[in-house]
């Protein structure tokens, strides 16, 4: 029996498990975004990310060179190129089967010659090159369809990343949108903060008729749906004027977590030694003076905890940026309701859309590894010891 308390559990194993789990599920889909973000459209339409690093066979709609760059060989106009490089593929692996018609994509093998109407033929080698040739002139604006079955090496590019944050209006959007997130988040997270604070250390630590209903009612506030108080909530802003402006969505975000602040900092708050603020107060230090000089640089990691929080939800909120930053001008988007305009206008082009998914994770991720070792400490503090 004297050995048993030293024992571990049996079921250190199954713990252990579930926190592997865990880790895996949460960041499985980061990781696969993070891979999308660097393929190319066909690659992802083609196969999932988790084939990213290995050949794929994928059927492909190219084209040949457009009647302009016809030449006349004796009584024959003839078009040569290579498919890949008329389409802008990069793709180098030879070619298996090909067609000229969607419903025989691999009527023809490598090297074999179509005979196609009035006269003209098309032969396709296997590594792209073609020759087009017809007895009559070639006519139109664009080439013809060359559907081809090819192996493609794995590829991986930045360009997706440059169309989102270096080039054309995107860019403009996007970067706009990354700082009015910025614009929203930090004050949002760091004004609910200094009034949490404040009002922790009242309730821990200051005696006042009423103080254990307002520990009742921050508690009871926890509980509420920030959606039934947004309605209300954006009619009291309009009707004293800081409605749909950066005011108004600062205000908000304090307000939906101002309880979660004060409950965590208070319970943290109660649990530090009472002798060091007892001995404070004999010295003759002020309330002030012990919150600023003693509490609060030793409550550094709950307050952490719960900056962590507020900076994730407000990074990646939609709903309130929606009713309190109502703009038709896109002056004050954030990333979230950028890449919802992205679904609408850009629904086909995935790499583009998990590159721009990718780029607003970044942050609340970097965010989160800095500071994740005061989460736990946080979060747990006071679960023991009340006041």
Do not use: C
Request: charged share 15%; aromatic share 12%.
């Amino acid at each position: 029996m004297a050995n048993v308390a030293g024992k571990k559990s049996g079921l250190v194993w199954a713990v252990h498990l579930s926190v592997l789990v865990l880790v895996i599920l949460w960041l499985t889909p980061t990781l696969g975004l993070f891979i999308s973000s660097f393929r190319t459209a066909d690659q992802i339409s083609a196969s999932g990310w988790w084939k990213a690093l290995f050949s794929q066979e994928q059927n492909m709609v190219l084209r040949t060179g457009d009647p302009s760059t016809q030449k006349q060989e004796g009584d024959l106009y003839v078009i040569e190129g290579n498919v890949f490089e008329e389409d802008g593929s990069t793709a180098s692996s030879a070619i298996s089967a090909w067609g000229t018609s969607s419903l025989k994509i691999s009527e023809y093998e490598p090297g074999q010659t179509a005979e196609l109407k009035d006269g003209a033929r098309l032969t396709v080698e296997d590594d792209g090159a073609y020759r087009y040739e017809s007895p009559t002139e070639f006519k139109g604006r664009r080439g013809d369809r060359v559907f081809v079955t090819a192996e493609t090496p794995p590829e991986f590019t930045f360009a997706n990343y440059r169309t989102v944050l270096l080039s054309g209006s995107t860019t403009d959007s996007m970067a706009k949108a990354f700082f009015n997130t910025l614009t929203v988040t930090i004050p949002a997270t760091i004004i609910p903060i200094l009034v949490a604070a404040f009002a922790a250390y009242a309730l821990a630590w200051m005696r006042f008729p009423g103080r254990a209903i307002l520990i009742a009612i921050v508690v009871a506030l926890l509980v509420v749906p920030l959606q039934l108080a947004l309605i209300p909530l954006l009619r009291l802003h309009l009707a004293i004027g800081i409605g749909k402006g950066y005011l108004g969505v600062w205000l908000a975000h304090t307000g939906f977590g101002l309880p979660l602040a004060i409950y965590l900092l208070r319970n943290y708050m109660v649990g530090l030694p009472r002798d060091i603020i007892e001995g404070a107060k004999v010295d003759g230090a002020t309330d002030f003076q012990i919150f600023t000089r003693i509490v609060l640089p030793l409550s550094f990691p709950a307050l952490a905890s719960f900056a962590i929080f507020q900076f994730l939800w407000t990074w990646n909120d939609l709903l309130v940026a929606k009713v309190f930053l109502i703009d038709a001008t896109g002056d004050t988007t954030v990333m979230t309701n950028q890449i919802v305009e992205l679904l609408g206008t850009r629904g086909g082009n995935w790499e583009i859309l998990a590159t721009a998914a990718f780029v607003s994770i970044a942050v609340p991720l970097a965010v989160f590894f800095a500071m994740q070792r005061y989460l736990v400490r946080g979060l747990l503090a006071g679960s023991v010891k009340g006041g």
